[in-house]
């Protein structure tokens, strides 16, 4: 659990949905950590700014699942950096994120509605 101020979800926890979230955006491009929290904070997915943390955590746990990949660069200036890219099971993951929250559309909306 986390400060619910800090995390911007209701019940004080990382969002679950930045997990597919962050496969989109490495669905998208490959990309290092700094980076997807950058993107992260540029569609303000939350009220607040993300956990750096968590992204990590994030990130750690999808490449153990084989859903990303990584591989440091180091041909740029500067301190090399882990690059993620998106798998083919993690494109698998995605969709069905894609489908579940479609299916959940039409409850949610029920809900805002009553």
């Known amino acids: 659990m986390c400060d619910k101020n800090k995390c911007g979800h209701p019940t004080g926890r990382t969002p679950l949905f930045l997990q597919p979230y962050v496969l989109l955006l490495l669905h998208r491009k490959p990309g290092y950590g700094y980076e997807i929290i950058e993107n992260l904070k540029q ?53 069905q994120w894609a489908e579940n929250i479609q299916s959940k559309i039409v409850y949610l909306n029920r809900f805002l509605s009553e």
């Open 43 to 95: 569609k303000q997915l939350m009220a607040t700014k993300p956990d750096i943390g968590a992204i990590y955590r994030i990130l750690r746990k999808l490449e153990k699942e084989t859903c990303v990949e990584s591989s440091w660069q180091t041909e740029e200036p500067g301190p090399a950096k882990r690059i993620y890219t998106i798998t083919p099971k993690g494109i698998s993951y995605l969709d």
